[in-house]
């Protein structure tokens, strides 16, 4: 039986776990026990109110913890709820396959669409092959190569962001990363196709901009987006990763959805169920759902050539500074 994985700060609702647990199941008949109902009842509302009172004060180092849960879920279990028809397409018709980025076509709601995602892995073995999100040059060309067919057919784009950042490894280097993200962020500016893009758990620096570049971007509540990890952050600026550094990191980045939207690098926090998306994986799919229907049947009536030039100005807009006048004394 595993583990399961409790995150530091959620030590408090272990004791209430536990003690709901015992409730819930009679020892003997190992079923549940009718007459504790007015305790389960009561223990419920304990942990649910425990769980609010949590997370809706996380640090945001603490929301980096919750975006890298290892129940948390990534673009294959969203394929599994909301994608009908899903048909995987591979290969960048150059190099190979990166099981690192995902791309197929299906249908959500009643869109047609290509979906382009990370993919982080389940188990030790799929995460090592998918180098645990971190996309290869092959996988960003593989990404480019479908949306230059989605565009062709009319179809709009869906991409689903979840890496830690692009793969830092010699061969892919030697292949061409920079410029792989480069020409990814290049072209997907031009497509004359809507783009949708959700930051589902983190949203690492290039690596997630190289799928990102879209008309309508939403972050899940409890997901990061950052131009650098906290502890990639934290061996620069103090030369060690630890807690307390990792902690003043996350906090400096600016790195949260409320902090995103607040830049305008975000256009919509879509709503976690309470206690993170790892505990209600459907209710979060559902919620993604819905933002993404509504937004293509905006988008999809638009005329398509109009769409370059508003994404064009969307990420013009980002990283406006004010600076104060000089006094005419000075």
Known sequence: ???????????????????????????????ATPDRAPAIAELKKTQRD?????????????TVRVARHP????????????????????????????????TGFGRIG????????????????????CHFGCAHPEGYRKAMLKMRLAEKYS??????????????????????QAEAIAVNMRDMSTLKTPILSIVIGEGGSGGALGIAVADRVAMLEHAYYSVISPEGCSAILWKEANPKNNA????????TAKD????????????EPVGGAHRDPDKTATSIERWIVDQLAELTRLKP??????????????????????SSTS
């Open 50 to 62: 425990t769980l609010k009172k949590i997370y809706n004060n996380l640090t945001p180092w603490e």
């Open 305 to 326: 050539e109009s769409l370059p030039p508003k994404r064009y100005e969307r990420f013009r807009a980002l990283g406006k500074v004010g600076e104060p006048r000089r």
């Open 155 to 176: 179809l709009p784009i869906v991409t689903f962001v979840d890496t830690p950042g692009a793969y830092p490894g010699l061969g892919a280097e030697q292949r061409g």
């Open 1 to 31: 039986m595993a583990i399961p994985y409790t995150l530091e700060f959620e030590k408090p609702l272990a004791e209430i776990d536990a003690a709901l647990d015992a409730l819930e199941r009679d020892p003997a008949a190992g079923e």
């Open 248 to 255: 003043e990191a996350a906090t400096a980045l600016c790195l």
């Open 260 to 271: 995103n939207k607040r830049f305008g690098i975000v256009d919509t926090i879509i709503k």
């Open 110 to 129: 009643s869109h047609k669409c290509l979906l382009v995602g990370h993919h982080k892995g389940k188990d030790t073995n799929e995460k090592l092959a």
């Open 71 to 102: 129940d948390r879920p990534l673009f294959r279990d969203y394929i599994r709820r909301i994608v009908k028809d899903f048909v995987e397409l591979h290969g960048d018709r150059r190099f190979g396959d990166d099981p690192a980025i995902v």
